[in-house]
């Protein structure tokens, strides 16, 4: 089992999906990393030599930011939104969509559940 980054990579898939459990890493950026170093991304986890793992890691660990380094400035970035208090800030701050989504219908999961009021009459049908 390779374990890269802290992260333990899955034996039975190619190394190209493997490297994407790496926070940081898509597929396109996998295929980059596994170019660089002149790796078949056809071979799966379990079949990588000592002396391959070796070199993903230096490659990742030098060039690259990656998993908790990576979620840190992340965190970082929202919270200085959300400091000076623009848009962005402000509808994280509230959990709502910031790119333009629609929020009448959609973006339950910011706005939470449907709220029913008690004792509201309901419109009487013509």
């Given at each position: 089992m390779a374990r890269?980054?802290?992260v333990d990579l899955p034996k039975n898939?190619?190394?190209e999906i493997g490297l994407t459990y790496i926070y940081g890493i898509?597929?396109?950026r996998s295929k980059e990393i596994l170019y660089k170093i002149d790796l078949d991304n056809s071979i799966k986890v379990k079949e990588l030599?000592?002396?391959q793992i070796i070199s993903l890691r230096s490659i990742?660990?030098?060039q690259y930011e990656l998993e908790g380094n990576l979620r840190r400035t992340n965190a970082i970035n929202v919270k200085r939104l959300m400091e000076i208090g623009c848009y962005r800030g402000r509808r994280h701050r509230a959990n709502?969509?910031?790119r333009g989504q629609r929020t009448r219908t959609n973006a339950r999961t910011g706005r939470g559940t449907k709220k029913t009021i008690a004792g509201k009459k309901k419109a009487p049908k013509k």
């Open positions: 890269i980054e802290g898939k190619r190394i898509g597929i396109s030599s000592d002396e990742l660990a030098g709502l969509p910031l």
